[in-house]
Structures are given as structure tokens and as C-alpha cells.
């Protein structure tokens, strides 16, 4: 039942993590690490853009400011 309540809140953040994660850090992990044979570090430099990437697009969406106009 509670969950009914975050409904309306709930795709934004879904998208936001779901096209930050699967489409951008995954890809670019492997192309650091393997494509550009840097290797271990590659991954660990792929999340820190990635997880920069997601804040600034959950900025974005936060400023935009739809969430204000949604009726819970």
C-alpha cells in the first residue's frame, strides 16, 4: 500500500539510474579497462563519471521542477 504513494515519484529516478548505470557506466567501464588497456583503474574511473553524470542529470531533473506539479 505505501509503495502506491511513491508511485507518481517513482520513474525519474528509475530512468535517471537506468540510462546512468546499464547504458553509460557499464560501456564505458569496459572500454577503459579493456578497449584502452588501462585495465582496473578504467573501472574505477567509469563509476566516478558515471555517478557524476547521474547527480547532474537528477539536478537537472530537480530543477526542472515537475515533481512540484504531481498530485499525490
Do not use: D
Not at 1 to 24: D, E, G, H, Q, Y
Not at 46 to 71: D, N, P, V, Y
Amino acid at each position: 500500500m505505501r509503495l502506491s504513494l511513491t508511485a507518481p515519484a517513482f520513474p525519474t529516478p528509475t530512468k535517471i539510474n537506468l540510462v546512468c548505470f546499464w547504458l553509460f557506466e557499464i560501456p564505458l567501464a569496459y572500454v577503459l579497462s579493456i578497449t584502452l588497456r588501462i585495465g582496473a583503474a578504467g573501472t574505477f574511473y567509469s563509476i566516478i563519471i558515471a555517478e557524476t553524470a547521474l547527480a547532474l542529470c537528477a539536478m537537472h531533473a530537480f530543477r526542472r521542477g515537475k515533481w512540484k506539479l504531481r498530485k499525490v
